[in-house]
């Protein structure tokens, strides 16, 4: 028998178990008490079949999810228009399937954030089965991976699409360090603080290993952005309004204004021309210029800082032992001594 339901009436079958009667229930389950980790755990609908779902929030904006159930029928969910976080499953003992591909045992997907489409979702009858499913909103991914704020390499775009736009997905095969991963999660040895550091790093190191596996298996399809003649000028043309305005520089929606591009074009075409980010080549360019005030030795480290734009001292002095491997002051020190030796050996 097929048992077809909505997803919001499928969810509301589902009973929160109370942390006081988690214990004397037993959980008797494949993960047996690993079920204390989560922050709350919901029991599988009856009249579907057995076993529970486990949810733990490791920050704002990144879960961990666990499901273990065996269920009487197969299901089919029916799924709403709805907008969608980044997310990523791993399927243990189990098959399923929707319009986008079929998982099971050792398959994983992945989807990127946006549109969700309405769609049908099927799950069968089978043994036992177990799923680890992340969540992990943009803002969150951004705050790994970006190196500027809500800009992301070309290659990962795709990850991060507008509301309005069908969200990506992609499903693999599971690969023997993505295993080691699960098997950790699966068996955290660590409770309390410690617990949810250790989870985060797991549920991250998989992360990475299905970004890596995804830009692996579309070498070509991040390469496809090309650039036309009359915006190269452009793009140069904001170079040097940059370059002219090293303490106050435009924002990039102002300097996309200035020179007659849209910012999408002007950060794609900027990374392609110069081989790095619009304020990324600001960033270095202003510590290269400090660089020089300090070999004139006609300046001191704050007016160096604050001659290329750098507010606070601190900041400046970190970015410069980043770039240059020496704090400011002790490349001063250096410059100065070698100076010194040079006017000696030609005195």
Known sequence: MTITISQQAFWDL?????????????????????????????????????????????????????????????????????????????????????????????????????????????????????????????????????????????????????????????????????????????????????????????????????????VAAHPAKHNSFTIKPEDVERIHSAKEILLKNLDNPPSLMELSRQVGLNDCTLKRGFRLVFGTTVFGYLHHYRLEQARKLLVAGETSISKAARSVGFASRSYFATAFRKKFGINPKEFLLANSRSSLEINELIG
């Not at 929160?16 to 599988?44: N, V, Y």
């Not at 549109?115 to 969540?135: D, T, W």
Request: with cysteine; charged share 25%.
């Open 14 to 214: 589902f009973v929160e178990i109370p942390e006081a009667q988690r214990k004397c229930d037993g959980l008797s389950t494949i993960l047996g008490e690993q079920w204390e980790m989560f922050d709350s755990i919901l029991q599988f609908p009856s009249e579907l079949g057995t076993g529970f779902y486990g949810e733990i929030e490791l920050r704002e904006g990144l879960s961990l999810a666990i499901t273990e159930t065996q269920l009487y029928d197969d299901i089919i969910l029916h799924l709403p228009d709805r907008q969608h976080p980044l997310e990523y499953s791993f399927y243990i003992s189990s098959h399923r399937q929707n319009h986008h591909c079929s998982v099971h045992d050792g398959k994983n997907t992945l989807w990127g954030s946006g549109l969700a489409p309405k769609e049908k979702f099927s799950s069968f009858k089978s043994q036992n089965q177990i799923e680890i499913n992340v969540h992990i909103e943009p803002e969150i991914f951004y705050l790994f991976i970006a190196r500027e704020q809500d800009i992301l390499p070309p290659e990962l775009t795709h990850l991060v699409r507008k509301p309005d736009e069908t969200y990506y997905s992609r499903s693999s095969i599971t690969t023997p360090a993505m295993q080691v991963g699960i098997e950790q999660i699966l068996n955290c040895p660590y409770h309390g603080l410690m617990k949810r550091m250790y989870l985060e790093s797991k549920v991250l190191e998989l992360m990475v290993l299905l970004v890596e596996q995804d």
